[in-house]
């Protein structure tokens, strides 16, 4: 028997259904979370340079976390939205190959189960700002993550039930690229993991091949094979990655994320930031700036 185990657990964040108007008009949007809208009125768009989804009712979108896009609505939209955390045992996002905006025709489950996570999670709406700029910080996050501790077993163990089988609805062949996660050999699910949570350390392919007790070449090659990148540019992947989310969310200085990810050099760091998202560090920032709180 084919027996998987459940590697991904999500926390929530928000939960609301809001009426939305032409206020809802945002650009270079990138966020540490999923988003998760079920559209019942209205229209609106979601876009990015691949792709461009029309928000319409009866329709189920899903964004990744770390999915740059754009969020416009030109007269009147309602929606509701789930935004949620991923953790994962292995520190692969489920979704580490689809950074991308997905589509569904929602069915009645779909239905309820938006109607009931919201039920079931009173006060978990944004309240201070639609713009996600304006949330987009540390101190909001623990607040929230303060009321998941504070949760009932049930609610809890119902919430994580509900957005598992929406994120399901996600993984079927037309919508998910299928990739070789399940497969991979353990010694380099153990590198993966050693990476995630050693940014700040410093990272080589020999000290990840001695671990694994394997030549360089080979624990290269064999990386790349299952993950589709060389170690040493999947290890600067999960930095800036760490880097977006730490300029994103807390007022630490670019140095400051520079050594906390494992670039000594701040200059070198910009260049790679730079040249895996299009901008500087600075640049980043003021892209994410809170300039439309309310």
Not at 133 to 148: P, S
Request: glycine letters at 4%; aromatic letters at 12%; charged letters at 20%.
């Amino acid at each position: 028997m084919n027996q998987r185990i459940l590697k991904h657990a999500f926390s929530l964040l928000h939960v609301d259904h809001v009426k939305l108007n032409n206020k809802w008009n945002y650009t270079n949007i990138i966020s540490p979370y999923y988003r998760l809208y079920l559209i019942d009125e209205g229209e609106g768009i979601v876009s990015n340079s691949e792709n461009t989804a029309k928000l319409e009712p009866g329709y189920i979108y899903l964004i990744p976390s770390f999915t740059l896009c754009n969020l416009h609505c030109a007269t009147s939209l309602g929606q509701y939205f789930i935004q949620f955390f991923e953790e994962s045992s292995d520190g692969i996002s489920l979704f580490y190959n689809n950074r991308t905006i997905m589509k569904l025709k929602a069915g009645p489950l779909d239905i309820e189960n938006f109607k009931r996570i919201l039920a079931i999670n009173p006060g978990r709406g944004i309240n201070r700002s639609d713009n996600p700029k304006a949330y987009e910080k540390n101190i909001y996050y623990k607040e929230y993550q303060e009321l998941n501790g504070m949760q009932n077993i049930s609610a809890f163990m119902e919430t994580q039930g509900i957005i598992l089988q929406l994120t399901s609805r996600f993984l079927m062949p037309e919508t998910f690229k299928q990739d070789k996660v399940n497969s991979i050999p353990s010694k380099i699910l153990d590198a993966i993991s050693y990476i995630q949570v050693n940014l700040r350390q410093n990272l080589t392919v020999a000290l990840l091949s001695e671990r694994a007790n394997q030549h360089p070449d080979y624990f290269s090659r064999l990386f790349y094979q299952y993950t589709g990148d060389r170690p040493l540019s999947y290890i600067n992947d999960k930095r800036i990655e760490r880097a977006q989310y730490l300029i994103t969310t807390t007022n630490m200085s670019y140095s400051d994320i520079a050594k906390e990810i494992g670039f000594e050099n701040p200059p070198y760091f910009s260049r790679i930031f730079k040249k895996l998202t299009g901008m500087t560090p600075g640049h980043y920032k003021r892209r994410n700036q809170n300039i439309n709180t309310v």
